[in-house]
């Protein structure tokens, strides 16, 4: 099937998703996880009316982007991208200025220089941070325990925006395996809106291509999509 085909079938399987839990399809969005891809297959989801996509590696992203402006012109700025890989202290100025969001904070140090970097030029820059639930070591994120001490440090940042956490639970066969963390992830959240004075937290980040609809239940507001949108991954997995 085409990414337009893909495309559709996600979006009908987000829609039904949301219509079991009750919720207004409009209040989960769709990223299109488009790591490791080449130009062209963004330009196919481009075209298939896809704006939201995430990216892994500042680099790939900035040398993506330059060969975009060629293909799809100022359509270019309709783009919402996001960084959803690690953020290496050494490449935070340039992710602050090439991403609409970092999704992957999990330190005060790499929240610091992405507030040094937008509140010299007046930038607020949204951010999500990354909180690991488990005990695998190829995952990223603050500790749970270690999350509202991190919270209260990002909320007095003026360049950067708080909107809200994203996870990555364990690998599980059966997406009923990732509902524990899906849920404790709403529970943090909730949690820290009640005891951190004037913050907001909208935004939960949780679900993939093949637990997206139990992260729908469990309240996700932003599903990363890559393998059911794109097909099997050219160099990594989803």
């Known amino acids: 099937m085409s990414i337009r085909e893909n495309l559709d079938r996600v979006r009908t399987d987000i829609t039904e998703a949301c219509a ?13 996880v488009s790591k490791t891809w080449g130009p062209t297959a963004l330009v196919e989801a ?51 200025w090439l991403f609409s969001a970092v999704d992957t904070v999990d330190s005060v140090k790499v929240a610091a220089r992405l507030n040094d970097v937008t ?43 708080v909107r809200g956490l994203m996870m990555v639970p364990p690998w599980t066969d059966d997406a009923e ?7 404790r992830l709403r529970e943090l959240r909730d949690e820290a809106e009640r005891t951190i004075e004037g913050l907001h937290l909208p935004e939960l980040s949780m679900g993939m291509s093949h637990d997206f609809a139990v992260a ?20 990594a997995e989803d």
């Open 177 to 183: 395996g990732a509902r524990p963390y899906f849920r």
């Open 216 to 235: 729908i239940e469990e309240g996700s507001t932003c599903v990363r999509i890559g393998t059911a949108i794109f097909g099997v991954r050219p160099r």
């Open 20 to 32: 079991r839990a009750s919720r207004d399809a409009a209040s989960v969005k769709l990223m299109a």
């Open 46 to 96: 481009f075209e298939a009316g896809q704006r939201v996509f995430g990216e892994n590696r500042v680099q790939e992203w900035d040398h993506k982007q330059q060969q975009l402006h060629s293909l799809i012109g100022e359509g270019v700025g309709t783009l919402e991208t996001h960084l959803i890989g690690n953020l290496q202290s050494n490449k935070t100025s340039k992710a602050a």
């Open 119 to 161: 509140a010299q030029v007046g930038k607020v820059l949204p951010v999500l941070v990354e909180v690991k639930l488990s005990d695998e070591e190829s995952k990223q994120g603050v500790d749970e325990y270690e999350l509202p001490s991190l919270l209260r440090h990002l909320h007095e940042m003026e360049g950067i925006d």
